[in-house]
């Protein structure tokens, strides 16, 4: 019988690539899987799937899960895509140790510490983009543990892929349907979570580097809620106490609800652009209701089950392929989609 050795030196791949052809795990040339699949054709391959399951199973992957705390409910999406493939791949003897913790490098220090007292062999994570939570990533990698961020990546660590949005799009999205939607001079309100988090930061370029290309535009105020939504309701009420002239606001992350509950008590629905992010049931809502005038959604569900797939396929064969980002589909959400 053909082995997979065989059909790998046949093709001229590696084992890792035909076992991601076998399997359907994607992130193969077209040219390539055919070639592998008429190998296996001519070869008369037939796989064992009880022997794969029993080698799977003896070499069990507990892998860590930290992401932010459930104040965000955006990541309750991303917990969902973690649970449904880790039932997938339950049969194959992967295990989660799942932590959801607060905006802040100590909590996160701490969750790393606890995966690692439960003997996990790679980690995914939301990083808080701080020294020493980079150090504490090179430090997991120099010993053999790979790690994966999902939703936000980290400046200067050797991990292994990100799984998300690319931001900087995202903020030129923004930006795009605000120059679309508006005409005379705006004066912007930007409202962003918290500036440690690497993917707010580019939100915020993308946008104010496509803005710059037009000379309407002024940023006016610009602060952090921290994804709080009492904190943005008070950022947001004193905006405009101190900026009446404001005439367009700009969420950047979580804490919508809250900033847009200040917004109604001055303006009307529609009165005003208000563009965010996600498809969270309070931005749903207030989409319906016109205060919210378009939200750029991100795929959280995929990068959940995409994040998983990814690191499970690397501690099964570490000789893969893997990229060192795959990013999540675009999509704009109107109020006229929901009706």
């Known amino acids: 019988m053909a082995t997979i050795k065989e059909i790998a030196e046949r093709a001229g791949v590696s084992r890792g690539t035909v076992d991601r052809v076998l399997n359907n795990r994607g992130n193969v040339n077209p040219e390539t899987e055919q070639k592998i699949r008429q190998i296996m054709k001519e070869l008369h391959y037939e796989p064992n799937p009880a022997g794969m399951a029993l080698a799977a199973q003896k070499k069990k992957s507990k892998i860590g899960v930290i992401l932010f705390s459930k104040k965000n409910p955006f990541f309750d999406d991303v917990m969902q895509g973690f649970l449904d493939k880790a039932k997938d791949l339950s049969f194959y003897g992967c295990e989660l140790f799942i932590q959801r913790v607060a905006y802040h490098p100590e909590a996160q220090l701490s969750a790393i510490s606890a995966c690692l007292k439960q003997g996990v062999q790679g980690l995914i994570i939301t990083p ?22 999902v939703n936000s990546d980290i400046e200067n660590t050797r991990r292994l892929s990100f799984i998300g949005s690319d931001y900087y799009q995202s903020g030129r999205v923004a930006a795009s349907m605000i120059a679309k939607m508006t005409h005379g001079e705006v004066h912007l309100g930007i409202v962003s ?40 309701y008070d950022l947001v009420s004193s905006m405009l106490d101190k900026h009446p002239d404001i005439n367009c606001f700009y969420f950047t992350a979580a804490g919508v609800n809250g900033g847009c509950r200040a917004i109604a008590e001055r ?13 969270v049931p309070t ?46 589909k675009l999509s704009l959400k109107i109020s006229e989609m929901y009706n």
């Open 128 to 149: 808080y983009n701080d020294p020493r939570i980079t150090t504490k990533i090179n430090q997991l990698i120099n010993a053999n543990i790979p790690v994966i961020t």
């Open 283 to 328: 931005t749903i809502d207030l989409l319906k209701k016109g205060y919210i005038s378009a939200t750029i959604c991100q795929e959280p569900y995929w990068q959940g089950v995409k994040a998983l797939e990814t690191l499970f396929q690397f501690l099964s064969d570490p000789s893969c392929e893997i990229e060192d980002h795959y990013y999540a």
């Open 267 to 279: 303006f009307k629905p529609g009165e005003i652009p208000v563009i965010a992010f996600d498809e």
């Open 193 to 232: 979570g918290d500036q440690k988090i690497l993917c707010h930061t580019e939100r915020c370029a993308g946008f104010a580097d496509y803005l710059s290309e037009g000379s309407r535009f002024k940023v006016v105020a610009q602060g952090e809620n921290f994804d709080d939504d009492q904190q943005s």
